[in-house]
DNA sequence: AGTGGGTACTTACGAAAGGTTAGCGCTCTC
DNA sequence: GAGAGCGCTAACCTTTCGTAAGTACCCACT
């Protein structure tokens, strides 16, 4: 068999990097984050307001596990109050648009999913 | 303000429904369960081989709350041994196409990540 | 002068999620 | 008749996650 017909990086092997990097695009977070960051930059505390329910130290992980994977850009001014920017590099967009397309399809098909968990609890209780 | 404007469903809202539907699509083992279904339907323990690393434990459980969110089907036939189908349903292939295309490029471009991160820890440790 | 608020994080601890191992009832193969 | 395969389920333990507080600095208000 060749080996081009398979990729060498495939994300159904446990050990892939691929893998890794996956699921830190659909973090819990990540993805929210990903997606805010498609509109416009973000400091870090507008982020905060903006992603509903995420703690500090939750986005200070997620944003600081994003930036290493290289899909964010962290701009620190030495000012005071500190502010720091962030922004979406050209793979950063790439992912974010994915799963900004992802979250619209969610909200858009939500009341589908509800009425389908409905008909499942109502099958079992009865 | 128009409510038309805003969706009344946002991701971006703590409570919101959608944020749990979202996260169920985005799970750990969900993206790679329905990324799979995406080619054909499986059986239980074909799928447990084909996603790589999953416990019988974890798959069970994410089998069971995508079936209730009505992204697949189970069939179980009554025979010996215990034979059980999954399949997408029409939402649930919706959701996997979408998953199934980031996985696809995230292997494309784990390469690229792996050099930010080497970049990012250089950047540190010098 | 002191109090409260805003900035971007970090640290410590309890709670919840996730993973590992084992078992179950049944059948077909060796 | 011993072992493997099937699709789960229950107990247990570890890793992750969220919550609350602390940090250091400055501005506005009282």
Do not use: N
Not at 23 to 42: C, F, I, K, M, Q
């Amino acid at each position: 068999m060749k080996v081009s017909e398979q990729p060498s990086v495939s994300v159904k092997a446990p050990m892939c990097p691929s893998r890794g990097v996956l699921e830190h695009v659909t973090s819990r977070w990540g993805v929210l984050v990903l997606a805010a960051l498609v509109e416009r930059p973000y400091r870090f505390s507008e982020l905060r307001r903006e992603v509903g329910g995420v703690s500090e130290k939750m986005l200070a992980q997620t944003l600081q596990t994003l930036e290493r994977d290289g899909f964010l850009l962290r701009d620190a001014k030495p000012v005071i109050p500190p502010r720091v920017d962030y922004s979406l590099t050209g793979l950063g967009r790439e992912a974010a648009e994915q799963v900004w397309a992802l979250a619209r399809w969610t909200e858009r098909r939500t009341a589908d999913v509800q009425a389908a968990r409905a008909a499942y609890d109502e099958a079992r209780s009865s």
